[in-house]
């Protein structure tokens, strides 16, 4: 058995457009609201909080009602391509409310602001849950950490393709000392990327043939399931799954308050504690991005060969030291240097090793008709925890220390270490050969 590698690079072009999106939201947003709106941290973190407020809802509930939907298309394809079309239109009326605020403010443009990103964030959140359960729906289990290190380095991409684009556009000699800076031409471009992509997807991925396969692959191997079904066709987990499945929840709620910390917050941090704008962010997140897709496929391999867990661990005791050098980093030093750069890569290294194993770990523990639901519980811990930290980070900022940023997110990401000990389900188990090549060096983890 092999991962059909073209195939799973078609599929992530969906995960490619919504990080470029969520990449330039989390980059250009909070500026608008501090910058234009002369909202406080508070207030500005807590409007960054409701695309996860609202995540919370339509994740699960997205991602569950796909799983039930039945069309030509398939159950993922008509969320994906109908949501990207309503936030396309959506994202570019955005920047225009911006630069009418700055012309003339007004309470009215204020709210009408709130309003369209409100529906952005819904559009968003109708198809995020559906585009990420392609992946498991149309492979198999034992291939989804090397799968989902090809969709994540996808998500790499679109990041870094805004990135380069961001960096390009608004370099710190062109944006320095302006009042207000016009994002419209960046909004558009990232809106053209998004289509594109998606489009790609529509035209070579033909859903409903490829799940079939795979449904009849994973009918051949009622060994990978770790679920029972009841007899009523309702999912039921033995308890020592469930518990291992709560536990790793946790663990993806705390890595995510830490990590998400950082995104939020990076580039107003830079401009506070270090003068840079957002061009050197955008460079220091450039070289995280890429540090992440050098190292996805051969993270992959690792989780392969010594485990999702392992791998995971790993992760997280290099992501906490990031952020703690980060921390001595970015208040000795007054502009970004080359040691940063080393930082900011490994940081890469360290989050592709949590985030290509972590998805796989929850939807192992599933059949293989509750996809979309296991990946609700997914997005449903990490949404939570970046509902919080937006405003706990920008609470903490405001009234101690801008500096109190990193030392929150290494805390954070720390206790996350305690939580993984406690899974002992969701790694990939061995392959038995069935007239299939086997990977015989896959260990079994599960106990």
């Not at 501090?34 to 909080?49: D, P, R, V, Y």
């Not at 009042?179 to 998606?198: C, E, G, K, T, W």
């Not at 994973?218 to 536990?247: C, I, M, Q, T």
């Amino acid at each position: 058995m092999k991962l059909n590698n073209k195939r799973t690079v078609l599929v992530g072009l969906a995960f490619l457009s919504i990080c470029a999106f969520w990449q330039m939201y989390d980059n250009v947003v909070p500026l608008i609201l501090t910058k234009t709106f002369h909202l406080n941290e508070t207030f500005s973190g807590a409007i960054m909080a409701a695309d996860n407020i609202l995540a919370l809802f339509l994740l699960p509930f997205f991602g569950t009602l796909s799983d039930r939907t039945n069309t030509k298309m398939g159950k993922r394809t008509p969320y994906i391509l109908g949501g990207t079309l309503a936030a396309v239109i959506l994202l570019n009326i955005l920047p225009l409310l911006d630069n009418s605020y700055y012309a003339a403010a007004s309470a009215g443009k204020m709210i009408a602001f709130i309003v369209v990103l409100g529906l952005l964030l819904i559009s968003m959140g109708t198809y995020r849950s559906p585009a990420v359960a392609l992946m498991p729906d149309v492979t198999p289990k034992p291939l989804r950490s090397r799968a989902n290190a090809i969709i994540n380095l996808m998500g790499a991409v679109g990041g870094i393709i805004y990135l380069a684009i961001a960096a390009v556009m608004y370099p710190n000699s062109k944006v320095l000392g302006l009042d207000h800076v016009n994002y419209q031409p960046l909004f558009i471009v990232v809106a053209l990327i998004m289509a594109a992509a998606i489009i790609v997807m529509k035209l070579t991925i033909n859903e409903p043939k490829l799940v079939a396969e795979n449904q009849a692959l994973e009918a051949e191997h009622p060994e990978w399931n770790l679920a029972e079904d009841d007899g009523s066709g309702n999912e039921v987990l033995p308890a020592n799954v469930k518990r291992s499945l709560g536990f790793l929840l946790a663990s993806i709620a705390l890595w995510f308050i830490g990590y998400n910390g950082i995104t939020t917050w990076f580039t107003t941090y830079v401009d506070k504690v270090m003068g840079q704008g957002l061009g050197g962010a955008s460079t220091c997140l450039l070289i995280a991005t890429g540090g992440a897709i050098i190292s996805y496929i051969p993270i992959g391999s690792l989780a392969h060969k010594v485990g999702r867990k392992k791998t995971i661990m790993i992760g997280i005791v290099m992501l906490a030291s990031c952020f703690a050098a980060g921390y001595f980093l970015t208040t000795a030093f007054h502009s970004i240097n080359a040691i940063m750069f080393i930082v900011f890569a490994l940081v890469g290294f360290a989050w592709a090793a949590i985030n290509v194993n972590s998805l796989p770990m929850v939807v192992e523990m599933c059949r293989g008709s509750d996809i979309g639901k296991f990946t609700g519980y997914y997005y449903t811990a990490s949404m939570a925890a970046q509902v919080v930290t937006p405003i706990l980070a920008g609470f903490l900022m405001r009234n101690i220390s801008y500096k109190v940023l990193f030392p929150y997110a290494a805390l954070f990401v720390l206790c996350s270490f305690a939580t993984m000990t406690q899974v002992k389900h969701g790694d990939a188990a061995p392959e038995v050969k069935h007239g299939l090549e086997a990977y015989e060096d896959m260990e079994d983890l599960n106990e």
